[in-house]
């Protein structure tokens, strides 16, 4: 973890070696510390908030009506590209579900294992559609059922998705 700190100068004051050299020996041990608290809670929280590397879910969720979206499947997007953290296989299964309810003027959904022992569950009601890949290789379709409720309960509460 890096540090910056911009100090704003009066343009009358000459910035010779001797005053930068007071400068860092007014505030240097001072910053310092405070480099290391920030650290240190900055770590502490990261720890609290996240005690897995990585969350047993991921999701797209994307309304048709006003185009709004929301994901945790891109890691990282660029001008020119947009890497994804999902494996190809799962990638084509979410795209089969999203093909299958284009088709279909109705509210369903899909719940799928994956050879991988992902599952992946996609859900549409309305004009509003919900994918879900879950890393929980022993649930069963209950209890992945169960964990897609959660999802949608602490990601999307004002959102209304049929059951």
Not at 11 to 26: G, K, M, P, S, Y
Not at 117 to 124: A, T
Request: hydrophobic share 40%; net charge negative; charged share 25%.
């Amino acid at each position: 973890m890096s540090a910056v700190v911009c100090f704003l100068i009066d343009a009358a004051v000459d910035l010779t070696r001797e005053f930068c050299q007071r400068l860092d020996d007014l505030v240097g041990p001072q910053l310092t510390l405070l480099a290391s608290d920030i650290c240190e809670q900055f770590n502490a929280n990261k720890r609290l908030a996240a005690p897995e590397k990585e969350p047993h879910f991921k999701y797209i969720y994307f309304n048709h009506m006003n185009l709004a979206e929301k994901t945790t499947i891109h890691m990282r997007k660029t001008a020119s590209m947009s890497l994804t953290s999902v494996h190809p296989d799962l990638m084509k299964i979410l795209g089969d579900i999203n093909s299958d309810f284009s088709r279909a003027d109705e509210d369903e959904e899909v719940i799928a294992k994956a050879m991988t022992d992902y599952w992946v569950v996609g859900k549409k009601s309305d004009q509003r559609e919900l994918y879900v890949i879950l890393s929980q290789k022993n649930a069963n379709l209950i209890e992945v059922n169960e964990e897609v409720k959660k999802l949608c309960a602490t990601q999307f509460n004002n959102i209304f998705f049929l059951d």
